[in-house]
């Protein structure tokens, strides 16, 4: 019998296995969320994901991934290409102040909402796949795009 998967974070670390993701369910202040790491041409970085009832019966997705390299130096600049790329471009953007760059997703979906294993592909895709070039282009370099 199969078993609808419902948006949970079991239903995420399921998803993570099968691309053999490596990543640890961590518990912070009570609230749960699964970190893992990545490897990118231009440098490693990180990915959190969080959920988290809100109000109103929904729940509050959130996909944060933050890089490794830190822009202390290049502060200015790099605040403004963020401005500049949260205007023109889907998710938000941030630095903090360490120098290190963020990408976030938020999103609030009905509680017990189905989660296909192609709706997370779609929504996790579409978060690496703009952090990944937010960080190639602090970097200088062209990322190399898989089919």
């Known amino acids: 019998m199969d078993i ?12 993570l296995k099968k691309k053999d993701v490596n990543f640890e369910i961590e518990t912070n202040n009570g609230s749960r969320f699964i970190r893992t790491n990545w490897k990118f041409e231009m440098g490693d970085g990180a990915c959190i994901i969080s959920l988290n009832d809100a109000q109103g019966g929904a ?30 471009r889907a998710f ?15 999103a609030f979906y009905p509680i017990g909402m189905q989660l ?18 937010d960080y190639a282009f602090l970097e200088g370099i062209q990322p190399k795009v898989e089919a």
């Open 59 to 88: 729940s509050r997705l959130e996909i944060t991934c933050v890089t490794h390299n830190q822009y202390r130096s290049r502060r200015m600049e790099v605040v403004q290409i963020l401005n500049e790329r949260n205007r023109q």
């Open 116 to 133: 296909t294993e192609e709706l997370f592909e779609t929504i996790f895709g579409g978060v690496l796949v703009h952090f990944q070039d």
């Open 4 to 15: 609808t998967p419902l948006l949970t974070l079991e239903t995420i670390g399921v998803y």
């Open 92 to 106: 938000s953007r941030s630095m903090d102040e360490d120098g290190n760059m963020f990408l976030e997703y938020i």
